[in-house]
Nanobody
Framework: QVQLVESGGGLVQPGESLRLSCATS????????MGWYRQSPGTQRELVAA???????NYADSVKGRFTISKDNAKNTVYLQMNGLKPEDTAVYYC?????????????WGQGTQVTVSS
C-alpha cells in the first residue's frame, strides 16, 4: 500500500522558517521523482519544488533562494526547508511522487499539511 505522509506544517510569522517532511512507503522511493506542491483557496495547485530520481532539483521562481528540497533515500523521505517565509506562502502543501514506466505512469499524493504565515 502506497503512503505519503506529510508533517511539519504550522503557523509562523513572516521571515521565519519551517521544514516539511514527507515520509513514504509502498513504492521504490529512489526511482521516483518527488515534488512539493501547494494550493491556497481559489487557486490551482502549483509546483513549488521538485527533486528528480538522479538528485537534480527544480524550483518555482517565487521560492528560489528561500526554499530547498532534499531527500534521504535510506529513509524514503523528502524534505522542504522553507526559509524567509512570506504571507503569500500560506497554503496547503502536498507531497507528490511520480514515475513513468513503459507500462504505466505512477502518480501518488499525500494528504497535505497546512502552512500559515501571518503576523
Amino acid at each position: 500500500q502506497v503512503q505519503l505522509v506529510e508533517s511539519g506544517g504550522g503557523l509562523v510569522q513572516p521571515g521565519e522558517s519551517l521544514r516539511l517532511s514527507c515520509a513514504t512507503s509502498g513504492f521504490t522511493f529512489s526511482s521516483f521523482d518527488m515534488g512539493w506542491y501547494r494550493q491556497s483557496p481559489g487557486t490551482q495547485r502549483e509546483l513549488v519544488a521538485a527533486i528528480f530520481s538522479g538528485g537534480s532539483t527544480n524550483y518555482a521562481d517565487s521560492v528560489k533562494g528561500r526554499f530547498t528540497i532534499s531527500k534521504d533515500n535510506a529513509k524514503n523521505t523528502v524534505y522542504l526547508q522553507m526559509n524567509g517565509l512570506k504571507p503569500e506562502d500560506t497554503a496547503v502543501y502536498y507531497c507528490n511522487a511520480n514515475a513513468a514506466r513503459s507500462w504505466r505512469k505512477y502518480d501518488y499524493w499525500g494528504q497535505g499539511t497546512q502552512v500559515t504565515v501571518s503576523s
